[in-house]
């Protein structure tokens, strides 16, 4: 039997106390009205709690995208105990239409994290031929159970739509995978392997995954284990996912495991909800890998849980992570955005690059950003001595704005120590991305990006190794109202993270320390907002 380390319970007390509680620390300033901090590209619930991605499928020409949802009662506050998979679908990845809520709690417990699959061969036999069904399987959390001291509170469940996921019928036989005595026995993700001819089951077992399989999704039998002796320990894990990839340039496909893992004592500077990757190979039994370093998807403070869109058209692997963390997500709220909180990070394409290194994980925000793409200005080749003020030349709003900037000279004979893009306004609030040559890494800043010093761990900085492997480098940067996005070195290196200054950043500068770097090229280019339609009377 395994033993617990109440993680579960440090997430509903963490949660519930940052909800009641109206002043954490003194505040520094006074932030923006609520809606000002609403992202303008990244989907957000109209109103209420979101945290983690549930449930990504494509199906019948639409993206589905579930979340952990927290509706507000009838008094405007968040029970914690009426956790829901919120819902809305796109035809485009960006412009989403808020649907009903998909799962309600019942009488088995809580609607926790999973996932959803196309059962396109009606594998299940829940739909049709001319109608396969979707299948969404989740975590039933058993506030009873847990209220009675008993290790047995998750277990999965099934719910199925053969209407296009517009109404769900949860399975009369439910739980599907009762609980073995796992205290933490979560979050499972579904994979197709043709190769065996079942489904496959991954889920988070303690500070491991568990593998099942399934003809039909309805029987499951264990397979195996993986993660006792890899990856990172600090916390349990969460939220995984298991899928194959094909390695850029080649016919090879690998396998890739991503799992979550989260640690509420965890430091301020360092990760504390971040996901890990593996990047290996499965035989319809074992997760094999001969991976040694602990590899992250994001080095920044806001992207966790994060999980793949089922059957994608393209043989694409589509990625959507919640943009904001436990460590702060409901006291941010209480002091920043009011009515809702949450948000999704802008979808992202993974592939696999083979290095010296070994494999490693890219990102890039999906093709369809291009629709966004409004007025640009094309930045002149420049050699930066210090600072150069960028915004002066920006004829259209700061944000949402992209900003790809190639630089060179970043390892030569006059390289500065330090270079950078640092986002500011005139209150001295900011945040800085930077590479730091002499250490050898990646750092951004956002120890002073927010109004209100609602919460320690905000105020942080991380870190990213990384060594150059020429002398160029190019930077992909999404600026939304309270958020960006950092894709460098090839997308090999990202980072994630929220702010709430007190004014808009509408002030971006390059800066260098120590020497200079040129600017080789660089486009601005302003971003349309989405839509986010209202559920439909």
Partial sequence: MYKTDDSMKRKITALLFACCVTTLAAQSG????????????????????????NGLVYYDGEYHLCYQHIPFDENGNLPWGGMHWGHAVSRDL????????????DSLGYIFSGCCV??????????????????????????????????????QGLAYSIDRGRTWTKYA?????????IADFRDPHIVRHEPSGQWIMVLTAGKAVRFYGSPDCLHWEYLSEFGHDRGSHVGPWECPDLFPLR????????????????????????????????????????????QTDTLWIDYGKDNYAGITFDNAPDDRRIFVGWMHSHQYAAAAQGHTTQSWSGAATFPRELSIVRSADGYRLKSKPVRELERLRGRSVKLKRQKINRTATLSDRIPFDKAPIELDL?????DGPDAPSRYGIRLRNDLGEYVSMEYDRKKRLFRVDRTQAAAVRFSDPFASVQTAPYEPETGTMRWRLLVDVASMELFAADGRIVFTDVFFPGKPFDIIELFTEGGNVTLKKGDVTALETIRCNPVEP
Avoid: C
């Fill in 30 to 53: 006074q932030p923006q009205p609520p809606e000002n901090y609403r992202p303008r590209i990244h989907f957000s619930p109209a109103k209420g709690w979101m945290s983690d991605p």
């Fill in 94 to 105: 960006l412009n989403w239409q808020h649907m009903p809520i998909a799962l309600a709690p």
């Fill in 118 to 155: 196309a059962d396109l061969n009606n594998t299940s036999g829940l739909g049709t031929a001319a109608d396969p069904p979707i299948l969404a399987i989740f975590t039933y959390y058993d506030p009873v159970a847990a209220a009675q001291g008993r290790i047995e509170t998750q277990s």
């Fill in 173 to 181: 036989a439910n739980p599907v995978l009762p609980n073995p005595g």
């Fill in 247 to 290: 390695v850029e340039g080649s016919k090879e496909i690998k396998w890739v495991l991503l799992a979550s893992v989260v640690n509420f004592t965890e430091t301020p500077d360092k990760l504390a909800t971040a996901t890990q990757y593996f990047i290996g190979d499965f035989d319809g039994k074992h997760f094999t890998s001969e």
């Fill in 406 to 410: 190639t630089f060179d000279g970043i």
